[in-house]
């Protein structure tokens, strides 16, 4: 009896589609945040430069350091590296939200808070 090899549309291949699922929906998230930090930054200043350096920073990291934690997560059980990653970007989006809300949110703010870092 010959064994049946999983695609990408049978049941074997739920959690590919799950991973895929988080990383698509933790992507558009952190570049929606990228738009709204930029437009809450030129509220703020009225600086177009500004508005550049914050988006560079944010961007950056990733530029920097993608390569070094791609192999790192390789090497990791994705499902702990996804886990982590999350956690890390949504406490850093969180902190960013309750200051927002508090109304005491500042540029430095969104300057310091990098979540930008991980791929």
Not at 28 to 48: D, H, K, M, N, Q
Not at 52 to 59: F, K, P, Q
Request: charged share 10%.
């Amino acid at each position: 009896m010959a064994s049946v090899q999983p695609t990408l549309f049978t049941r074997g291949a739920l959690d590919f589609w799950r991973l895929w699922l988080v990383g698509a929906v933790l992507a558009t998230v952190r570049w929606l945040e990228t738009i709204v930090v930029a437009v809450f930054v030129y509220s703020e200043t009225g600086s177009p430069f500004n508005v550049a350096v914050v988006t560079m920073l944010r961007l950056l990291p990733m530029g920097l350091f993608g390569a070094f934690l791609g192999v790192l997560g390789e090497r990791l059980d994705r499902r702990i590296a996804v886990i982590v990653t999350v956690m890390v970007v949504s406490s850093s989006s969180l902190s960013l939200a309750i200051l927002a809300w508090a109304g005491q949110l500042a540029v430095w703010h969104v300057m310091s808070v990098l979540p930008g870092s991980l791929p």
